[in-house]
């Protein structure tokens, strides 16, 4: 369960489309994965879209990927094997379990959307990540903290030691 939630923040992805992602639509050469008929409320089938694994959510899909072949032993099928109904239903427990209320599945990847943007990338860099064809339906899934501007300025900022009174 650790594993599929911390790839679905540095993702983004469905619960269905990590359910059903397989190892053949992994480019190990590039690090991208390739998302087979990706939801899209124009075009039901023939929506595949390539995304990176990289860390960039504080999560390192690649490394969740390398994790998962070799925990299974194999490289063949489909790379989390397991029923999105039956991990949805073990991450509603696990919620209960931690007495966590009112998350659902579905939020991670408002969490990692919103990671994104806190990390620095622009809209069109994040809707390469999610699949969102406009900014108005990716904005619904952003969720910045005010908090993580500081980090995100720091990396910008202009001067060495972010310190404007030793200049």
Not at 21 to 29: C, R
Not at 56 to 85: C, M
């Amino acid at each position: 369960m650790t594993r599929i939630v911390k790839f679905a923040v540095a993702t983004t992805m469905r619960l269905d489309e990590i359910c059903r992602v397989e190892w053949t639509d992994l480019d190990v050469d590039r690090r991208m994965l390739l998302i087979r008929d990706r939801k899209d409320p124009r075009n039901k089938t023939g929506n595949d879209q390539r995304i990176p694994l990289f860390a960039a959510t504080w999560f390192d899909a690649w490394a969740l990927v390398t994790e998962q072949a070799k925990e299974l032993q194999h490289a063949k099928g489909r790379i989390f094997p397991y029923n999105s109904r039956s991990v949805g239903t073990a991450f509603r427990r696990a919620c209960v379990d931690v007495s966590v209320k009112g998350l659902h599945f579905h939020d991670l990847r408002h969490e990692g959307t919103s990671r994104l943007f806190e990390a620095g990338f622009a809209i069109e860099q994040v809707a390469l990540v999610t699949g969102h064809k406009d900014w108005k339906m990716l904005r619904r899934y952003t969720h910045i903290r005010p908090e993580a501007l500081h980090r995100l300025a720091a990396s910008r900022a202009p001067f060495p030691s972010g310190n404007l009174a030793a200049e």
